[in-house]
Nanobody, 132 residues
């Protein structure tokens, strides 16, 4: 069971990036997946989440209208899949290391959660730097 985050990089303010979170060893049909970010000297914060129960989404206020979370719907493999975070009109405050995470197993694994403690499997993180 693992998550691998990729797609980060250096982008100018106003630019776009698409992050990918590749899941293996479990089915995305049964777990919510979230993106968190942590900037130097700041606490980790949840940026977005995709619920497996009904496809509902969560976004932190500062990224609403600019970020979109989605899932690869090809379903070519049951125990492998990808969740994306499309980030448009990036701002300098978006500079951080971005992590994807899986909701912990249990009766609420399909729903999003509002705390990092509710997620049990984490990707290694991918750095996003927004700078001119």
């Amino acid at each position: 069971v693992q998550l691998q985050a990729s797609g980060g990089g250096l982008v100018q303010p106003g630019g776009s990036l698409r992050l990918s979170c590749t899941a293996s060893g479990f089915s995305l049909d049964y777990y919510a997946i979230a993106w968190f970010r942590q900037a130097p000297g700041k606490e980790r914060e949840e940026v977005s989440c995709l619920a497996a129960s009904d496809g509902s989404t969560y976004y932190i206020d500062s990224v609403k209208g600019r970020f979109t979370i989605s899932r690869d719907e090809s379903r070519s493999t049951v125990f492998r899949g990808t969740v994306y975070l499309q980030m448009n009109n990036l701002k300098s405050e978006g500079t951080a290391k971005y992590y994807c995470a899986r909701k912990s197993p249990g009766p609420e694994s399909l729903q999003c959660g509002d705390s990092a403690s509710l997620f049990d499997v984490w990707g290694q993180g991918t750095q996003v730097t927004v700078s001119s």
